[in-house]
């Protein structure tokens, strides 16, 4: 690999585990990712999202372009890295992201979820077989790196897809409404709990610590009998009690729409 795309690539690497706050997918789990002509990486957050960003060569076509991405079919958010000018908006494959990186390793990410989560940037995704991927190339690491390196890494893996498949399966228990919500924002809402009886409302998590009464940050999700929903943005506080954030009580569309607009002003840019 010429030296100029080396470095390319080891800057997308590191962007890929930059923390949200600074513009990246905050991955803590990554691996090399090859589709045609393309090559970088895939990697994984903390709550088992997967991302896959793919390096740009100056040597390579729009159509070898368009023939990689169409072959991709790994990581639920996508992003294409090249060095700035070598792609326009335009030339990007549908849904994905474009992150800019200079000669001297500035990084400025053009388009993607990390900067516009409002907008659908999420791929059909089968999770569960990125993870096999990711199992079976750590047991091929296991000769070189050790056995107990391997472990802890192993160890990591399986809380993460416990804890997603934790998440999918209380998110499938409740209403339609809170599901739409939760599944445009999910590096917001980490934790779910869904309503227990008719009536009750749903609560997506920002933060939460367990204890006899919750504390926390959330999303409450009511049906109105009549008169369509609650959405209500509050904190349980035992120093402040539970002052309420932002609220809106409107029909199921419009519900999701408000609170869309007002939770993408929440989230880091």
Not at 51 to 69: M, P, Y
Not at 71 to 81: P, Q
Not at 100 to 107: D, L, P, Q, Y
Not at 175 to 202: C, K, M, W
Request: proline share 5%; charged share 25%; hydrophobic share 40%.
């Amino acid at each position: 690999m010429p030296e100029r795309l080396q470095k390319l690539k080891n800057a997308a690497l590191a962007w890929i585990s930059r923390p949200k706050a600074r513009k990246g997918p905050a991955c803590v789990v990554t691996q090399a990712y090859e589709a045609k002509r393309l090559s970088g990486w895939i990697g994984w957050d903390a709550q088992g999202n997967s991302v896959t960003a793919l390096i740009v060569g100056s040597s390579v076509t729009a159509r070898e372009i368009a023939r990689s991405t169409e072959a991709v079919k790994l990581g639920e958010t996508r992003y294409l890295i090249a060095k700035p000018g070598a792609l326009t908006f335009d030339a990007l494959p549908k849904g994905w992201g474009l992150v800019e990186i200079a000669e001297n390793g500035t990084v400025s990410v053009k388009a993607g979820r990390v900067v516009s989560p409002a907008f659908d940037w999420l791929h059909p995704c089968d999770l569960k077989m990125d993870i096999v991927r990711l199992v079976a190339q750590l047991a091929e690491l296991q000769k070189s790196e050790g056995t107990t390196w391997l472990r802890q890494k192993a160890k990591s893996l399986t809380l993460i897809s416990t804890s997603t498949e934790d998440r999918m399966e209380k998110l499938s228990a409740c209403y339609p409404l809170s599901q739409r919500i939760a599944e445009r924002f999910p590096e917001v809402f980490t934790v779910v709990d869904p309503h227990n009886a008719v009536e009750q409302g749903d609560f997506l998590w920002v933060r939460k610590t367990n204890g006899t009464i919750p504390q926390g940050e959330f999303l409450s999700i009511t049906p109105i009998e009549g008169r369509g929903w609650e959405v209500v943005h509050e904190c349980i506080n035992a120093d402040s009690g539970w002052p309420t954030l932002w609220e809106t009580h409107s029909a199921e569309e419009e519900a999701f729409l408000s609170a869309v607009a007002h939770l993408s002003k929440l989230t880091p840019k």
